[in-house]
């Protein structure tokens, strides 16, 4: 903590205890600059108006408590400030609900000294820095630096209430690159990350500071305008980043021109929740690519090629399992230690008998949009345990302990009874608990932890592992990690595919490892591509690797070749 001056709000109704905390800090070495709020308005008008190195908040406010005030305050409106909530109960269950809810620190009215209160500020503020270190890594893509998919969700639905409640507009844009596939193959994916990074630039450069910009994944980015008058607002910004994105870059000594398709959706207007705006502004960007590209699209309800396109894939997909054109592919897990496998994770492949082997990333989001992926969720756990068994039973793994890993989504934790599905299913085919892993991934945790966290309990009553897919590029934090009954952390792709070759990368990598094992996660590496980026796995002490080092994912007759080879 330096000498400068410390700038403290304190919100408390009652001013007996406000004159407490003004003498406790009449003693600090410090010197202190204190503003009072009374009352939950005063205090968001003065955080919306200054900047507090600590905000000391009481927990009884009236007839409300602190926490509705507390989360009032994470809006993105509001300057940031560690928050130490203060209480005149002694009550352990209260002061953990207030540290689970993000509160740094909780203090007793009873324990108001000038010594507790400097230290509890001193903590509250390096775990805020802490915190906030942990949480841009998990919501910000790793190569542009920009927010990732599952913060720019987030982030939408907290600026339709704001548009609601001001009665403006918000739009959503999905900028995808034209033809950067190809530039990336030609002049190798180096390159390609160059580039990306420069569009990056130049679209966080293209929009107000209030707005995000966001990497949803590959060549494709989104932009959310926040509180904009009209269409006419967002046409500009849309023209603005056609000329930008357009401008020719030099990466290697030639120019090279890369140009975007935009689409734009409303709200309101396009869509009525978060889902559908996205939906609508995807849907735009596709008419923009099919009207010649490098030009933007607004949604419209006249879109009907690519909605029909969306129902028929929706329809045949409905289909599929009934005609029996899903089917799973198995890639093994390795042992870092051993180099023997150790685990197989199921993964779901449609072979369309007219489009042919359609790949996951195209119809998963339809099947979370229309429903299906329950059921198609049910279908794989129960096609993957009934092959497990039955390799099993036929002693293919030679008495090694293989763990099978099922992908589980959102929509099966939070509809249904997944846990009395999974507790049928071992019964079923008779494979025991700790022998099945079920991976999920972080958005999961964005709709409800506190459903997740019991619906995965119940799970784990029957000894079935769980892992988190996809470390590192989503919502999770440590108050996640604590508060779920996990097993295994996996480590998303994106930072194994430069992990020998950028500082960055290693020192992401290695800091999840330790954190993983002194939480006593196992720590699985996917996506090893190279024999350097499994030796240095290695050192860092990574417990499990994958990825197509080791083999692609395979259908149910070759996996069995490979582990009749590697068993022996």
């Keep these: 903590m330096t000498n400068n001056q410390l700038n403290i709000l304190v919100v408390d109704d009652d001013e ?54 507390f989360e009032k305050m994470q809006a993105r409106e509001f300057n940031q400030a560690p928050v130490i909530m203060l209480s005149g109960m002694e009550d352990e269950a209260l002061m953990l609900k207030c540290l689970k809810a993000g509160v740094q620190d909780y203090l007793l009215k009873s324990e108001i000294t000038t010594h507790n209160l400097i230290r509890s500020i001193r903590y509250a503020q390096e775990r805020k820095q802490i915190n906030e270190q942990l949480r841009f890594v998990a919501e910000h893509d790793s190569l542009t630096g920009l ?36 530039i990336n193959d030609s002049l190798g994916h180096d390159i390609g990350d160059a580039l990306l990074k420069a569009v990056s630039d130049r679209l966080r450069f293209s929009v107000r500071d209030s707005d995000l910009v966001s990497r949803i994944g590959g060549d494709e980015f989104a932009v959310l305008l926040d509180g904009i008058e009209d269409q006419t607002s967002a046409v500009k910004i849309a023209q603005h980043i056609l000329e930008v994105v357009g401008i020719p870059v030099n990466l290697t000594g030639d120019d090279i021109v890369i140009t975007p398709s935009i689409g734009v959706a409303l709200y309101p207007g396009s869509g009525d929740n978060v889902s559908e705006l996205v939906q609508c502004a995807d849907t735009a960007m596709y008419r923009a690519k099919k009207s ?140 025991e608990g700790h022998l099945l892993e079920l991976e999920l991934t972080e958005s999961v945790l964005i709709d409800d932890l506190e459903q997740c966290a019991n619906t995965l309990h119940s799970i784990t009553q029957y000894g079935v592992r769980i892992a988190l897919d996809d470390f590192g590029t989503g919502y999770a934090s440590f108050r996640h990690l604590q508060q779920l009954p996990l097993h295994t952390l996996k480590i998303d792709r994106s930072f194994i595919d430069k992990v020998d070759v ?6 992401i990598v290695s800091s999840i490892i330790a954190m993983g094992k002194a939480l006593n996660l196992q720590i699985v590496a996917e996506g090893v591509e190279t024999r350097s980026q499994e030796q240095l796995l290695k050192t860092y002490s990574c417990d499990t690797l994958q990825g197509f080092y080791y083999s692609t994912p395979l259908p149910a007759t070759k996996i069995e070749a490979l582990l009749t080879r590697k068993m022996s």
């Design 16 to 69: 007996l205890d406000r004159m407490t905390v003004n003498r406790a800090f009449r003693h600090a070495e410090q010197s202190v600059n204190i503003d009072e709020a009374p009352e939950e308005s005063v205090a968001l008008t003065l955080l919306r108006d200054n900047i507090y190195d600590c905000v000391l908040l009481d927990y009884r406010l009236g007839a409300t408590d602190g926490l509705d005030l």
């Design 292 to 431: 010649g590209r490098n030009n933007f699209c607004f949604y419209s309800n006249a879109m009907h090629s690519l909605a029909m396109e969306y129902a028929s894939l929706k329809n045949e997909l409905g289909h599929a399992i009934k005609n029996k054109e899903l089917e799973l592919y198995y890639q093994p897990q390795f042992s870092a230690n051993t180099g023997k496998i150790t685990g197989l994770e199921a993964l779901i492949r449609w072979n369309h008998p007219q489009r042919g082997m359609v790949s996951p990333v195209d119809f998963i989001p339809v099947a979370e949009n229309c429903g299906l992926i329950v059921t198609i969720g049910d279908w794989v756990l129960g096609q993957a345990c009934q092959q497990f068994s039955e390799w099993n039973n036929n002693d293919l793994f030679k008495q090694n302990a293989v763990v099978l890993s099922v992908n589980v989504s959102a929509h099966q934790l939070h509809q249904g009874d997944i846990a009395a599905l999974v507790k049928k299913t071992l019964q079923k085919y008779a494979i």
């Design 147 to 182: 927010a990732n998919r599952s913060l720019f969700m987030s982030s939408i639905k907290m600026a339709m209430a704001r548009a609601k409640r001001n009665g403006n507009y918000i739009a959503i844009m999905y900028v995808d690159l034209d033809h950067f596939k190809g």
């Design 502 to 507: 950028d500082k960055k990368h290693a020192e």
